[in-house]
């Protein structure tokens, strides 16, 4: 059973880091994309960030130069380092993966996903994230 579990979320000022971690339980897809993604009260879900099995990354323009999206391939694990924060509401930060079928270059597609759920079938719980001033 394939499980996600996100972690690292908190209160940060504006201008510090912080590193998110999702950890994928029971995934097993050598094939793979995975994706950060966020969402503020009374708004959207958007795409923050991609990486995929050929460890290529694609990143918002909003984050670019900020964020760093890695995977520890020993341990499963999805990163997300967020340096430089800007000041930014609670919002949920959440890792997802696609299944065994996905389209080609879907990484490409994170930042502008109005619908990740169509391709990405597994999501974690999320966790908190609020930058202040």
């Known amino acids: 059973q394939v499980q996600l579990v996100e972690s690292g979320g908190g209160s940060v000022q504006a201008g510090g880091s912080l590193t998110l971690s999702c950890v994928l339980s029971?995934?097993?897809?050598?094939?793979?994309?995975l994706g950060w993604f966020r969402q503020a009260p009374g708004k959207e879900r958007e795409g923050v960030a991609g990486f995929d099995s050929d460890h290529s990354t694609r990143y918002a323009d909003f984050v670019k130069g900020r964020f760093t999206v890695s995977k520890d391939k020993a341990q499963n694990i999805l990163y997300l380092q967020m340096n430089n924060r800007s000041p930014e509401a609670a919002s949920v930060y959440s890792c997802a993966a696609t299944g065994g079928v996905f389209p080609a270059k879907l990484i490409e597609d994170i930042p502008s996903m109005k619908d990740p759920r169509r391709h990405f079938p597994y999501w974690g719980q999320g966790t908190q994230v609020t930058v202040s001033s």
């Open positions: 029971g995934y097993t897809h050598t094939s793979y994309c």
